[in-house]
């Protein structure tokens, strides 16, 4: 019997080896983007300590700058890590469950982007400004993250998709 049998329903006939190594390249398309986002705003996290100014801070904002390098860091680690798993696990013959896995790491890495870039806005906002407002701004701004991040995707999946396609 031909491995090729497996048509789905977005008519692709393709082996499980075949799925992993597309879903491999689309994963790491994803990445390429978040990754260099993250790796870009650690950079210039990292730098605000060795600002003169950053002494005159109020500790509460010395907390939420330490709470957003810490997110930072922790975001910058499960984006690269998908690349340091596909190299250990290389040549194992387990790529379908390689990409769950790096696919969990990405998706966990978006999420602490995403606690990254509101608390470093929070923090930008709250320096600048000093407004009451500040909290609500953030607010307002996390919720479009979310909606552009997460609603909207689950949205369209729901209307357009059938619960049993794996993609």
Not at 81 to 104: D, E, L, N, Q
Not at 137 to 165: E, H, I, K, M, N
Request: charged share 20%.
């Amino acid at each position: 019997m031909d491995e090729r049998t497996d048509a789905r329903t977005d008519g692709r006939v393709e082996t499980e080896e075949e799925r992993a190594d597309r879903r491999w390249q689309e994963l790491i398309q994803e990445i390429r983007v978040a990754q260099t986002g993250v790796q870009i705003l650690l950079g210039f996290l990292l730098t605000v300590v060795f600002t003169p100014l950053f002494q005159d801070l109020q500790q509460t904002d010395k907390t939420i700058y330490i709470v957003t390098v810490v997110l930072g860091s922790l975001a910058t680690g499960a984006l690269i890590g998908p690349v340091s798993f596909h190299r250990i696990v290389s040549g194992r013959r387990i790529k379908p469950h390689a990409v769950v896995w790096a696919s969990r790491l990405t998706f966990t890495g978006i999420l602490l982007l995403l606690a990254t870039l509101t608390s470093a806005l929070f923090l930008i906002l709250r320096v600048a400004t000093h407004d009451p407002y500040v909290p609500w701004l953030v607010s307002g701004v996390l919720v479009w993250y979310l909606s552009c991040w997460f609603a909207l995707p689950l949205w369209v999946r729901a209307r357009y998709t059938s619960g049993a396609d794996g993609g």
